[in-house]
C-alpha cells in the first residue's frame, strides 16, 4: 500500500516566523513532488513541486527533498496569516496516479 | 485561476440516484484526473484521462466512470449514489509532458441524502 504521511496539527507559527512542514512517503520509486496549498472550502493550489533530491527555492517558500529518507519538507518564511491553510504533500509513485497525505494544517498567528 | 472550470459547484442528490460532473481543462492541457476527497482527507485519484482514453484508475468501484471528449472536457459520473460518495469532486489538468504537474479547478460539492 503506497502511503503518504503528514502530521495533521495543528502547527502554529507567530507570524514572521518560519514555518516548517514534513512528509513522508512509502514508495521508494517515487519520482516527483508536490505541495498544495488549501484554503478552507477551496480547492488545492500548487506551491511547489521537487524532482531532485535537495533545496528548491521560489519567494518565501522552499521545499527539500531526501530520496534516501523519503522525505519531503517546506518550508515557509517570513510567515504571514494569509498562509494559514491545509499544506498537502502529492506524490507521483511513477504512474501517474498521484497520492496525497491528509495535509497538515498550518495557522499563523498575528 | 488556473483555467479549469468545473459544474455544478454544489450538488444534492438522495441515495441510489446518479449523477454527471463536468470539467473543462486549462487551455493547452490534455490531460485531466478526477479526485474526491472527503472531509478532512486528502484528494483520493479516481481516475485519468488522455485523449479520450483512461489512462489510469484508483481504487473506486465501476459505478464510478467517466468520458473525456476531443476537446479534452470531461464528466464524471456516479452511479447508485452511496451517502458515502458526498464530498468535494476535483477535477485537475495538466499537459502530457508534465502529467503530474495538475492544476485543480474549483471543484463540486456533492451531499447525498
Known amino acids: 500500500q503506497k502511503e503518504v504521511e503528514q502530521n495533521s496539527g495543528p502547527l502554529s507559527v507567530p507570524e514572521g516566523a518560519i514555518a516548517s512542514l514534513n512528509c513522508t512517503y512509502s514508495d521508494r520509486v517515487s519520482q516527483s513532488f508536490f505541495w498544495y496549498r488549501q484554503y478552507s472550502g477551496k480547492s488545492p493550489e500548487l506551491i511547489m513541486s521537487?524532482?531532485?533530491?535537495g533545496d528548491k527555492e521560489d519567494g518565501r517558500f522552499t521545499a527539500q527533498l531526501n530520496k534516501a529518507s523519503q522525505y519531503v519538507s517546506l518550508l515557509i518564511r517570513d510567515s504571514q496569516p494569509s498562509d494559514s491553510a491545509t499544506y498537502l504533500c502529492?506524490?507521483?509513485?511513477?504512474?501517474?496516479?498521484?497520492?496525497f497525505g491528509k495535509g497538515t494544517r498550518l495557522h499563523i498567528l498575528p | 485561476e488556473t483555467g479549469v472550470t468545473q459544474s455544478p459547484t454544489h450538488l444534492i442528490k438522495t441515495r441510489g440516484q446518479q449523477v454527471t460532473l463536468r470539467c473543462s481543462s486549462q487551455?493547452?492541457?490534455?490531460?485531466v484526473s478526477w479526485y474526491q476527497q472527503a472531509l478532512g482527507q486528502g484528494p483520493q485519484f479516481i481516475f485519468q484521462?488522455?485523449?479520450?482514453?483512461?489512462?489510469g484508475r484508483g481504487n473506486f468501484p465501476p459505478r464510478f466512470s467517466g468520458l473525456q471528449f476531443p476537446n479534452y472536457s470531461s464528466e464524471l459520473n456516479v452511479n447508485a449514489l452511496e451517502l458515502d460518495d458526498s464530498a468535494l469532486y476535483l477535477c485537475a489538468s495538466s499537459g502530457r509532458e508534465y502529467a503530474d504537474t495538475q492544476y485543480f479547478g474549483p471543484g463540486t460539492r456533492l451531499t447525498v441524502l
Open positions: 521537487i524532482y531532485s533530491n
Open positions: 502529492a506524490v507521483n509513485p511513477r504512474d501517474d496516479k498521484i497520492i
Open positions: 484521462y488522455y485523449r479520450e482514453e483512461e489512462n
Open positions: 487551455s493547452g492541457h490534455n490531460t
